[in-house]
């Protein structure tokens, strides 16, 4: 990953100021990014502030690096809640109301803004307030909001649509864009972005695999088993039901050689683990890993599952595809083939299979052909690619 490469600002643009959302220790794959950002930006010279949330404590950590320096600063906040939409309404308002405040000096001279779609809709603070900026306003898209809690609901609804035509009218008045995939950069042309504004700009894996780095030992409930690891955040935008039913034909009729293994948190984890639990088939779930375990986790398993419904594509592109392409492992994808993730895997991993979602047949036939290579190949998947349909 060249964070050199991804900057959009130029050497005379040297007070800058990035907005994110959890910042390690805490997982989150925005705040990952970010930091190592703000980071490589500091090493070419710029001054930077990078703002975010923690979980446990605020701090206020300043450095020299390289031809820059680095401030970093951590608001403590609670987790957001997930229960209730007017709640997480609440929650996504005060916090982007205390990252503006605790900034607010930096940004008024700032020579440039980065942020991001996380926390949601900060667009709704800083866009109002862009005549008051004397730098650029550049947004990182990552995900889509409101368009992801829309593609979440199963009725529309007046006020997320209100919120949308508001938010489309802030995009179109900041400065420049940068978007994950190609599937996003069509969702921001459609949204009535000018194409000269957007910068296509991937994110890469955060972590690197050098020649000869370990893995994990497996956990004992699944050591003589074909694992395939799901790593990350699995919430609303991941596909669920084609993965649970499958799984379960998988184990009821087919092999069941293959066990999952979620190091994962969010919605979707919580609804596999609970319905794996109440059917007794096996798997096994531990909380994600530190950033800097991550690259011996994703060197452990036979293969990766990704996933991503199709409501929500172009709006959300899993990051992870990237650190599971360079971990040389074979990638499992269940969603749409217009989704960049097929683009990336395709392109690159060792071996791919992608499922439709909705394909419950179909994913517990990659489950079997993924345990026949893996058995064949002592782990690895040879190089064939294939699309399930």
């Not at 392409?325 to 989704?339: C, I, M, Q, T, Y």
């Not at 690159?348 to 993924?370: I, K, Q, T």
Request: aromatic fraction near 8%; include cysteine.
């Amino acid at each position: 990953m060249d964070l050199l490469a991804l900057s959009p600002f130029d050497p005379s643009e040297k007070r800058l100021v990035i907005i994110a959302d959890w910042l390690p220790p805490d997982f989150g794959a925005v705040g990952q990014y970010m930091l190592l950002r703000a980071q490589a930006l500091a090493d070419r010279g710029h001054d930077v502030t990078l703002i975010g949330l923690s979980t446990t404590a605020g701090s206020t950590r300043h450095e020299v690096r390289g031809k820059g320096t680095l401030t970093e600063i951590r608001l403590r906040a609670r987790p957001v809640p997930r229960g209730s939409l007017i709640g997480r309404m609440i929650w996504t308002a005060a916090t982007n109301l205390r990252l503006l405040m605790a900034v607010f000096g930096k940004l008024r001279t700032a020579d440039g803004i980065l942020f991001t779609g996380s926390p949601p809709l900060l667009i709704h603070f800083l866009g109002p307030l862009k005549p008051l900026w004397l730098g650029r306003l550049i947004y990182r898209i990552t995900d889509f909001h409101p368009e992801c809690l829309i593609a979440a609901r199963s009725r529309p609804s007046p006020i997320l649509t209100g919120l949308l035509a508001l938010t489309n009218f802030w995009r179109r008045r900041v400065d420049g864009f940068e978007a994950l995939g190609e599937d996003q950069v069509r969702r921001l042309a459609a949204a009535g972005v000018s194409p000269d504004r957007i910068t296509l700009v991937r994110d890469g894996s955060p972590v690197s695999f050098a020649a000869g780095g370990r893995s994990m030992a497996l956990p004992d409930d699944l050591s003589g088993s074909c694992v395939l690891l799901y790593a990350g955040n699995y919430g609303i935008a991941h596909e669920v039901e084609t993965v649970a039913r499958g799984y379960e034909l998988h184990h009821r009729q087919g092999s069941g050689r293959v066990r999952l293994w979620l190091s994962a948190t969010g919605a979707g984890a919580d609804e596999l683990a609970e319905r794996f639990e109440t059917r007794g088939l096996p798997f096994h779930r531990s909380p994600p890993v530190p950033l800097e375990e991550l690259a011996a986790l994703l060197r452990t398993p036979a293969a990766h599952l990704v996933t991503l419904k199709d409501a929500f594509v172009g709006f959300v592109l899993p990051s992870k595809i990237y650190a599971c392409v360079d971990s040389g492992k074979p990638v499992l994808f269940v969603g749409s083939a217009e989704s960049d993730v097929d683009l990336i895997a395709r392109a690159s991993a060792e071996g791919y299979w992608r499922v439709p979602c909705g394909d419950v047949a179909g994913f517990a036939a990659a489950l079997e052909r993924l345990a026949d290579q893996s058995l064949r190949n002592e782990g690895l998947l040879g190089a064939a690619n294939a699309v399930i349909t």
